[in-house]
């Protein structure tokens, strides 16, 4: 009957309604694989474990132009040489085209592989404002057997930070006597400002007793301490997506605009990095993710 065609104007906008959320959803998805908060590889398990997921919607073309360095003219090489069609999507590829984009994935994004032999000297890196200082303001709290360093700075207090318990404040006649005398680990100018570093003597005095020494610190530093110190554990924080890291970003509000948008930039180039790193931990969640850095600390301690 012609009435039942009709589809009532409430389950028109709401359908409406549901299609630009699943649209919203797969940019967001697609920003991730940019940005590479997100492995091609998890997309491709997630499209495959639920066929209604946002990575099972995405077309295969969307999914490849959103990887590194792929334009469309390496993406229709790469569907040719799979035998996929451009028109399908995660969800609908057959067993052996999912084979051979799982294969192709694994052979141009490697996964990085733990390095054998971790000491309990923890690097914590990551992205602007990825919640680096909270994880570890949340292991200081409920960690005590860790022992988180406490950085030299010369930029000023913020209101409620103590000397000597958030960072030794130095001006910058004294953080230049410490460069000099070779008593930091690392140090580096940071955000293009003010410079940080890492007191050589008490994490060694830490690592001397057996403690497991967790430092907080930038992408430069981490790669001075890989460098000055191999079997350093490296950990990267990871956003549970690129626009919540926006989002944290934006938040904050201690930014202006200009310097939100030089941040995110530079969020970028510091995920690009990752794969330098021995393991990472998704920050959705504070507690779970401060709990995962222990954890991590246990095993490096094998
Ligand atoms: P904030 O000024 O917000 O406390 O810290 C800014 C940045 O400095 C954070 O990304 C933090 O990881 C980094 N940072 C803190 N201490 C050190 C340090 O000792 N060395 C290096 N390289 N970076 C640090």
Redesign the pocket.
């Known amino acids: 009957m012609a009435e039942s065609r009709v589809v009532p104007e409430v389950d028109r906008v709401a359908a409406a309604q549901r299609a630009l959320q699943r649209r919203r959803a797969r940019a967001s998805l697609k920003r991730d694989l940019t940005t590479r908060v997100v492995t091609p590889q998890e997309v491709l398990r997630r499209a495959t474990a639920d066929h209604d997921s946002d990575a099972a919607t995405m077309r295969v073309t969307d999914f490849l132009m959103a990887l590194p360095a792929i334009g469309s003219g390496k993406r229709d090489r790469i569907l040719d040489e799979l035998g996929i069609s451009p028109v399908k999507r995660l969800g609908g590829l057959g067993v052996r085209q999912l084979a051979a984009l799982s294969t192709w994935l694994d052979r141009r994004f490697p996964a990085a592989v733990p390095r054998a032999g971790r000491s309990r000297l923890l690097v914590l890196a990551g992205p ?1 404002a990825v919640g ?2 909270t994880v570890a303001a949340h292991i200081r709290a409920h960690h005590p057997e860790i022992h988180l360093s406490v ?1 030299a ?1 010369t ?1 000023a207090p913020r209101p409620g930070e103590v000397d000597g318990v958030h960072y030794y404040f130095l001006d910058d006649a004294e953080f230049d006597r410490l460069v000099a005398a070779g008593e930091l680990l ?3 100018v ?2 293009n400002r003010h410079r ?3 007191p050589r003597g008490p994490v060694d005095a830490a690592l001397a007793e057996g403690r497991t020494v967790l430092l ?3 992408l ?2 981490a790669r001075q301490v890989r460098a000055a110190e191999p079997s350093a554990t490296l950990i990267f924080l990871l956003p549970p997506s690129w626009d919540e890291l926006v989002q944290r970003l934006v938040g904050r509000g201690t930014e202006d605009a200009e310097e939100r948008s030089r941040r995110l930039r530079t969020a970028r180039v510091e995920l690009a990095a990752q794969n330098e790193f021995d393991y990472r931990v998704v920050n959705a969640d504070v507690a779970t993710a401060a709990r995962e850095v222990v954890e991590l600390s246990s095993v490096a301690a094998r």
């Open positions: 602007t680096k200082g950085s700075t930029r690392e140090y580096a940071v955000h940080y570093g890492t907080e610190i930038d430069q530093g």
